[in-house]
């Protein structure tokens, strides 16, 4: 999709006299179904997205374009100045919210160390925590953030499908865990033992 003065034009001809190394190719996230905002140095002439079902694009004037994060995935987004020479060209990566799941896990899980990031469309938990029941709490915590589904023609009847499907637990638990067992021996007479069928 162009736009081009804040109108929506058909794409026919992209900019062949222009090339992406004009400018550095920088990554950029956009949570999904948020926006980010993004500040032009010069005055624009036109803004294109490769895959506007990911992304899409709204025009602020000449020096601001906000990108919209429609679907997880990943596409391009270039902005052009009133000459048609390349200002900036961006990998735009659609996400879920890691800020938002980072503050959860430090809210609830205040004393463990977990690191929120992504491998292409999935969240990674990484880090180490004291135990399997912090491990497990955060797996909890980092799904409430997820999709609850892909297809919205799917029903999902069990939360621990969209937990293994969208969580990678990269989480190692602490080497100081012990287990303590509890053994009582007892002493029975052999004829209390025949009384009893055994």
């Not at 602490?174 to 009384?195: N, S």
Request: hydrophobic letters at 45%; zero cysteines; proline letters at 4%.
């Amino acid at each position: 999709m162009i736009k081009k003065l804040g109108k929506l034009i058909t794409p026919i001809i992209i900019m062949a006299a222009t090339s992406a190394a004009d400018a550095a190719t920088t990554k950029f996230y956009v949570p999904i179904n948020r926006s980010e905002i993004v500040t032009s140095p010069v005055s624009m002439g036109e803004v294109i997205v490769a895959n506007p079902d990911i992304a899409d694009i709204y025009v602020h004037g000449k020096d601001k374009v906000s990108i919209i994060g429609k679907m997880l995935g990943e596409t391009s987004v270039r902005l052009f100045d009133e000459d048609n020479h390349l200002i900036r060209d961006m990998d735009v990566m659609v996400t879920y919210d890691l800020p938002a799941i980072r503050r959860a896990m430090h809210d609830f899980l205040p004393n463990e160390r977990i690191g929120v990031e992504i491998i292409n469309t999935r969240v990674a938990l990484t880090g180490e925590v004291s135990s399997a029941a912090a491990a497990n709490t955060a797996l909890e915590i980092a799904s409430q953030f997820l999709m609850p589904s892909r297809d919205p023609s799917e029903a999902i009847k069990d939360d621990s499908k969209v937990k293994n499907l969208d969580v990678i637990n990269l989480m190692k638990i602490g080497a100081g865990q012990q287990v303590m067992l509890r053994i009582r021996v007892g002493e029975v007479q052999r004829g209390t033992i025949k009384q009893l069928g055994l």
